[in-house]
């Protein structure tokens, strides 16, 4: 059994104590809400550059080997990620020493030195140089994919910033951001394995009573005007072409997104899903096929990325298109439905034994308020019916959504090849009355 147990502090930390007794590990895990897009124009990358400088050491820790070293002496490897629009603190840790772990975080949220800025900047550099080709051109799919889906907008822009933005960050910069979304109304505590709730309620309130802030200020919404197939081509040197077919597609609330989650293991989760089957086993023209999704609070992305040889991109192309598209006209049958229900329950099953997992599905569920328990994800997914996929697919890969990125090697007439086969889709594609 999982035991759930939440205390709000009176400063508006949420702490979410997840009991998992049948595990020998626990899980540490702090959430924020901020990420990308919130960083300020100009200043491209601040949210994730603000999350590194956050282990470059605290009042009670100096250093970043005595912060390390802290964590490691309890049974910990600390980490953390930035992505769109979260942050993430996180370690794994002995169930015995998750009071003093919490202290630790307390210490680096808390009270951070913010110094070794112009290290810290070298290493991201590095990091933001690791998108980037031998032109300087990005080489990223994902960056060019947001750039496709929400143009002028910090959602479009990469989360490791700019060489530029991260070359200009100053010390202010950093206080303001910690200032305005590192407060405890904008953060989520969560503490997962064979743990003690009372023990770490009462410790939280030590720890964290002190936090103090505003609510941060709201985000810009992103654009949604895209009205036919838009693609990118960006020339790199390799012996392949990476591929993203980056579909505009629903927010978090939306309850298509519990078909959606279905759609993806259709296409692209396990041997038998249909774009290995058609691409790898069928043509042999792609080792992996993966597909992705991405929701925030008004918008969404459903992705699908593949690498292949150049003389292969347009029947790559043409082949993922004729999938997404027979999804969206034809009735899935029962069996392969039922088939990839059945894969998925296993999955969340298999979920129980993750601490790691238990703290995204509570800690950042209850941030982004789309927490569901496991039994109420097989309730919702048990009733999705073969027309809920048809539906769903028809909305998700309706033309009007599709951004093409493909970064690699393209002969000329492969693009105008591409470009036909885009709008042979938007053609063909049904329109309902």
Known sequence: MIRCSKKTLSNGLRIMAVQLPHLHSAEIAIYLKVGGRNDPPGKEGLSHFLEHMLFRGTADYPTTLELETAFEILGGSVNAATDADSTCFYTRIHPRHAVEGLGIFASMLLRPTLGGIETEKRIITEEALEDSNENGDDINTDNLASKLLWPDNPLGMPTVGTLRSIAEFTDQDLKDHLLRYYVPSNAVVTVTGDIDPDELFSAGERFFDSWEGSPPPATSPAPSDQHEPQSLFVKDTDSQTALQFAFRSFSRPDRRIT???????????????????????????????????SAYDETGCFSIDLATAPENLPLAVAEVLKETQRLAVDLLDGEELERVKRSYFFDLEYSWDSTYEMGVRYGWGELMEVFTTLEQDQEESASVTAEDIRNTAYDLFAPHNLNLVAVGPAAASTKQEISKLLQKYQQEFPVRT
């Open 259 to 293: 078909a959606s989650r279905l759609i993806r293991r259709i296409l692209c989760a396990g041997g038998s899903s249909r774009l290995l089957m058609s691409l790898r086993e069928g043509l042999g023209i792609a080792y992996s096929v993966s597909a992705g999704i």
